[in-house]
Each structure stands twice: as C-alpha cells, then as structure tokens.
C-alpha cells in the first residue's frame, strides 16, 4: 500500500496519490511524507484536502514543518493555521527560528496572535505551556437541552468535548460535568443540580510532573488549568499527560546514565551537544576515582609484596557497583512513582539490610568456592577477598538505598545518586577496605 | 482535613466521620483508611454508601482488599463486586489466594463468572488482560436519536461512553462513533452516515507494549479489541495505557541495572524475593569479571616493576563503564520509544565515533594534565595512561551504542546491554590494553 502511494507520487501522479492518501490516519500520511522528495511532499500537501493537510502537519518533524511554511506562501499558511489546534500551534512555534514565528504570526489574527504569545512566555513544563484552551464552557443556570444546544453550536472545534467546565460571569470555576452524564439526564434538568463540584484543579505555574502525579492517582482523564485569580484558562488533557510521562522517564534515564537530560531525539542531536552533555559528569566522576587510585597508591608496597590481590580488584569493583545500582534504581524508581516517601527511609534501611545479607552470603560462598577450592589460592587471601566481598555488597547496598531518598530530602534530584556515582563511592570504600583487612589478616 | 476524620474515626464517631467522608475522592479515601485500625476500617467501609464503598475498594492496596473480603459476609462481598467494573475485579482477583477467589466467585452470577474465568485466561499483560468490557454497542441502522436513546438506556455503567462501537448481528465491528459527533449531529441522521470505518484494532492475544506504542503513535484514548474471529471483546482505554508505559519503564530500569524484571512494588515485596531477582546477574557478572582479574594475574611481573599502574586502574575502568553506560543508555531509550530503529545502527556508529573522539580528546587532555603536570608522573607512564584512557572512551561508546541494536535484531532484549554488562565487557578489553600498551612503551 505504502509503496504504491510512494511510486504513484515519485511518478509525479499525484491525483491518483491523493485518493489513496486522504483514505489514510494523518499519522501514517506525515510517515509517508517524511520519505518523499521534498518538493513533490510540497505538490501532495498542497493538493490535500485542509484539514488533512493541517492534521499532516502536526504530525511532521520539525525541519520538514519549517520547509512547508518556508515554502508556502503566506495565505496557504493562514489555512493551515485556521485548522490546527492553539496547543498544536505553541508546540511547533517552540521549536522554529525566528523567521518562521514571524511568518506564522504575521498570519494570524490579533487574537490568536496574543493567545500565542501568551502561551509562548509560559514556563516550560508547566501546565501553562502544555494545556489547551479548547474546551466547552457552560452556565450553571443552563438547562440540560440549552448546554447540549450550545455544546452544538460551539463545540465542533472543542479537543475534548466530554467534559464541559461550569464557570460564572467572571470565568471562575464552579463545576464540571461530562457529556455523558448530559445525555444520561432529561432535557428539562438544570446543570447546576446534576454538575460536579469541588472539582480539583492545576494551576498554570504547576510543574508537568506534579501533574502527571495526579493523573495518576485519580485516573483522570482532563484536568481544569486556572490562573492566579482562579479563572479558568485551559485544559490539560490525558494524551499530554502520556508524552509527559515519557519525557520525564527518559529524563530520569539519562541522569541515571550520569548525563545531563535532553528532550531532542538523540538522531536529531548533533555530536557536540551529545559530547556536551555526557562531559561534565564524566569529568567528574574521573576524578573522584583518583580518590580510589590513591588508595591504591598508598597500599602499594603491600600490594607489591603480595601481588595477587590486585587481580581481584575489578571483580571487588564491579560487584560493588553492580550490587549498589540495583539497590539504588529501585529506590529512584519508587519514589518518582511515589511509591517510597520520605519517611520510608528506615523501612528501606532495614530491607537492603536483609536483601544484602542475603545475596553477600550466596556471592560471599560461591567466590570462596572458586578461588580456593578450585584456584586453590592461598586461605588468608581468599578469606581477605570473601570478607571485603561481603561488606562491599552490604555497604553498596545500604549506600544504594540510602543516599537517593536523602537526596530527596536535601531538594536534590535523587535520579543522580544512580549506578556512576554510588560506583565511584563504593568502589574508593571497598579498596580501602581491601586493604585494611589484607594488611591485618596477612601481616604485610 | 484528614487529621479531623483521622481523630473521628479513632474516637468511634462513624457517622460524623462518614459526614466528611462522602465528600471525599474515593483515591484519598483509600489512602486514609490505609492508616486506620482495621476493626475500625471495616466500621467504616459498611457504613459507607456502596458506590462510594466498592470506589474505595478498588484503590484499596491488595492486602487490604483482602483482609475486607475474608472479613465481611458474602452478601456484602456481593454487593461491592455489583458495583465493580468487570476489569477491576479482575485485577483485584490476579492478586488474591484461591479462598479470596472462591469467595468472590461464589458471589457472582453465572454470566459475570464465565466472564471472570475468560479474563484469568488471558495471558498477562497481553490485551485481554487489561481490556474492559463496558463500552456503547450501536447497529449502523440505528438513527442519532435511537443511539442516544439505546445509551440513555444502556450507558450508566459504562466505562467510556465517549466512543461507542457499531457491530453488525455477528458483533463484528463495523465502525466507531463518538458522543460527540452524534450530539452535534441531528436526530433523524443515521449512524451509517456518519460512523468512522477502517478502525484501528488489536487482538486480545497482543502485547501490552506493542499496543502503549499504537495509542501514542496515533494520540488514541481508546482502542476496540477482537477475538480471533474479528468479534469485539472489549475495548482499552488510555488510564490502562499510562499503568502500562510506566509498568514497562520500571521493568526496563529494572533490567538496566541487572535485575529480573517485578511488577511487585519495592517496599511489599519480601527480601527474599528482591534478593532473588538480583542474584542471577549479580553472579554472572561476578564470573565475568574474573576474566578481568586474570589479565591483570596474567600481566603480574609487569604490573610488580612499575607500581604505580595499579593506582590507575580505577579510573580507567569506572570512566570507560561510565562512558559506555551513557551510550547504551541513550540508544536502548531510543529503541524503546521507537526513535531509533535496526536500519539506524550505522547512523549511530557514526555519531558514537563522532561523540567519543570529543569525549576522549577532552577526558584525555584533563588527564594528561593532572597526572603529568600536577603529580608529575613520569611522561611514558602518563602516555601510556592517557592513549588507554582514549581508546578504552572509544571502545566503550561504540559497543554500549551498538550492542543494544545489536541484541534487538537478536531478537533479545536491548535493555539488558546496559551499563553492567558494558561496563563488564569494556574493563576486561581496557586492562587488556592498558598493559598491552604499557609493555610496548615502558619496555616492561
């Protein structure tokens, strides 16, 4: 199917094309079109019907939006905006070089033109800059037939016309009520005895996670955006919620990853903003294990006389790393899930205690089977690797669990006591410990 | 607010207590009489209106849940299950020992029972599992005012009355029409005219994963569900979707930081159990890095005659898996969001190359300054470090950039070639080259 659209517009038939584009789900259409040559993708979109080829256009990638507007001229670009959802408009805006937003401003009206700048001067990730102002607005004196005919002679253009917003003269919110529960009641019914009150609201300012959190917990499916004066000024919706959702994940991935977050699709950024982003915490976290280089620094005539302890190093290293990362996503995870708080800290305490004494002893043994038993390495050597082996994972462990939720505590992002940093802490810890004992068990 | 219920039920005073209660969400319901004695809960949990009560029910954590049911006699059990929605009893029943189970099925009709026992057969996390089966069911005959009427009559139960399915006597799916587009319509228009065909569906046997990335692709808030015979069975909606993205983000950070995957919340689950799911990788890993430590055993006489090696070992090996993780991070995120695809893998060789000559350029440089300049190593002994230190940046951002795509067209999954298995991978390659570099230029 998708290759013979393609064929049919690369041999430049593109009323044919169109016949069986404008059959497609906008979302294929922009996928069809991110493959074509750029000029002929300009003949297709400007033969689609408009709302199509406004619906194509939301869907597009940033540079192929701005080769359209670029290209077209300024009253094909007045009649894709006439169709785009205000919300559609702000998230494409944000993303163009100054000459664009000029071209589009220039062809709106004063209006939509103060709404967008509006928009564009809200924080980012907050409600402001992710909410929708199309929604259905009732009075509460209104009958059930009178809001079903305004909801008809208004709503056509409304995103999410299930839930109507009840305001007063003044625009403040009184109450909510959906479509559903409309057609559910006789026409004669006045909304205020059938409305929802004390309905729960998102301020402008609030920060996109927060609000992603409530969506969660009630599973709503639309929350009301008021202003400072509690005037309702838009609607947050499920879908917005979703990408949020994954945007704050992948952002909690990257500074995991000891990396500073970036929203741009990695094969979109360039080398030197990836390089940008992934230095400093490599720095860093370089230099903090020179810390664990000196340890070893200043061991090292006992290392010198008892050589075989350095090949056990990595294994110490890693394990300690591995097992403090596990202990420390976990935590990370439950608590942007919300599912550990605060004052869970000893809770969490006492289980890494538990889960590291188990797992120390089943490592612990298994070690000791392999490197006396069947390396047949010397007792007290093997007994120094088991014993530093055995506090490692408990430290890693504790260290793991413990130190995002007092990152939490101290306001800090709890997403950077991940696997890198709890690594460079144990792995100092552990040599340190290494050493000790080996100084004391061996007498060197 | 909820200090005052709080005091009120501790006090014995239900009916003041309800007084407040009724007022409440049911989620913030839930979440109060988790703190509360559960003698008094269950006071509580009768007495509130049984709307109100199965509400809470639903968000009740599982061991709540059960202690209410095994608690209470079978015909209150059977006038909470009344008011569930089928999807929520099956959840709660996945969750529950085989005496819970009974209990409740012995609650329910026959028809609500065959229903029951179809749902438990659903593989997890696959459609079945998550769908509902309340939804609107319209004929295409039917005009908009018969549909509305046929919902008026049919609709207060449903979950998602916002889009209703047209299905033919077959209960094959026909089209879709939402509430919308029939009050804007008028009475006498029929449904045929006016549905939405070709709808996107899924079968009952997909992938829960599979379908997140249909409802993001196509910014749907429901999607219709078949049977092997094209019949619809359900519907999923997009609250289930949200569940799901975040179940598949926590298993992913979970495999990332080598552990099993659990759906099971941190601080319900047994330390037996977390020590379970992180043994296995903690022990191959360990093996693993055995490799490492006999490279260094391997390179022994070398290491005893210049000492100070040793101290850099740490650093090498934690900023090469660092620098790996970063890469592997980036590109198993990507694959998951479906950002970058198989056919992408040369274009990430390219930008990892890219990426890590800026990297390693710039950690190389610091190096080269601190331990030649500041603590005066000696210059062979610092070149040697540093051309390691480069290529071992190299090495490790190509392979975490490439494994992941790797084990996707493997079939396997990308997330398991994260940080501790690259970092695993790169310290054995790294120490491999340090003393291989090392014997070259000190002449050891």
Redesign the interface.
């Known amino acids: 199917m998708k290759e013979i659209i393609f064929d049919l517009i690369e041999q430049g038939k593109y009323a044919e094309a169109r016949k069986e584009i404008i059959?497609m789900?906008v979302?294929d259409i922009a996928l069809l079109f991110e493959e074509i040559d750029k000029a002929k993708l300009l003949v297709m979109f400007r033969i689609l019907p408009k709302k199509i080829a406004s619906g194509v256009f939301t869907h597009m990638p940033y540079d192929l939006q701005r080769y359209v507007i670029e290209s077209i001229a300024d009253k094909e670009v007045k009649s894709i905006l006439d169709q785009l959802f205000l919300d559609d408009t702000i998230d494409f805006l944000e993303e163009m070089p100054a000459n664009v937003v000029k071209k589009v401003l220039k062809n709106t009206d004063d209006k939509t033109r103060e709404l967008i700048n509006r928009f564009l001067n809200y924080p980012e990730d907050s409600a402001g800059s992710i909410m929708t102002i199309e929604y259905v607005d009732l009075k509460k004196e209104m009958t059930v037939k009178q809001a079903?005919q305004h909801?008809?002679e208004t709503?056509?253009d409304k995103e999410t016309?299930?839930t109507c917003y009840v305001m007063d003269n003044n625009r403040i919110l009184e109450g909510v009520i959906s479509?559903?529960k409309l057609?559910?009641n006789e026409d004669n019914v006045l909304i205020k005895d059938i409305m929802e009150t004390?309905v729960?609201y998102i301020n402008t300012k609030d920060d996109q996670e927060e609000i992603a959190h409530l969506?969660?917990?009630?599973?709503y499916?639309v929350m009301p955006v008021v202003d400072a004066e509690r005037r309702l000024v838009g609607i947050v919706t499920?879908?917005d919620?979703?990408?949020v959702?994954?945007q704050e994940?992948?952002e909690?991935?990257?500074k995991?990853?000891?990396?500073q977050p970036s929203e741009k699709?990695?094969?979109k950024t360039n080398?030197?903003d990836?390089?940008k982003n992934?230095?400093p915490?490599?720095?860093i976290?370089?230099?903090s294990?020179?810390f664990?280089?000196?340890i070893?620094?200043k061991f090292?005539s006992a290392?010198?006389s008892v050589?075989?302890l350095?090949?056990?190093?990595?294994?110490i290293?890693?394990?300690g790393?591995?097992?403090g990362?596990?202990s420390?996503?976990?935590?990370?995870?439950?608590l942007a899930?919300e599912?550990?708080r605060l004052k869970?800290v000893l809770?969490?305490l006492w289980?890494e205690i538990?889960?590291s004494c188990?797992?120390a002893i089943?490592?612990t043994t298994?070690?000791f089977i392999?490197i006396y038993y069947l390396e047949k390495t010397e007792l007290l050597i093997s007994l120094t690797v088991c014993a530093t082996l055995f506090f490692t994972i408990v430290l890693a462990k504790i260290v793991g669990g413990t130190l995002p939720i007092i990152a939490k505590k101290l306001k800090a992002d709890p997403a950077i006591m991940a696997?890198?940093l709890i690594?460079?802490v144990v792995?100092a810890v552990s040599?340190l410990l290494y050493f000790t004992i080996a100084t004391k068990l061996l007498g060197i």
């Open positions: 059959n789900n979302v079903i909801i008809k709503g056509v016309i299930d479509i559903r057609i559910l004390g729960k969506f969660k917990k009630y599973d499916l499920i879908d919620i979703v990408d959702i994954d994940n992948t909690d991935f990257q995991m990853a000891a990396m699709e990695y094969l080398a030197l990836l390089a992934r230095l915490w490599l720095l976290l370089m230099i294990a020179t664990t280089g000196n070893i620094k090292e290392l010198q050589m075989v350095a090949s056990f190093i990595p294994m290293m890693d394990t790393g591995n097992a990362s596990q420390s996503t976990l935590i990370i995870r439950g899930l599912e550990i869970d809770k969490v289980k538990q889960v188990i797992v089943t490592l298994v070690n392999r696997g890198p690594t460079t792995d040599l």
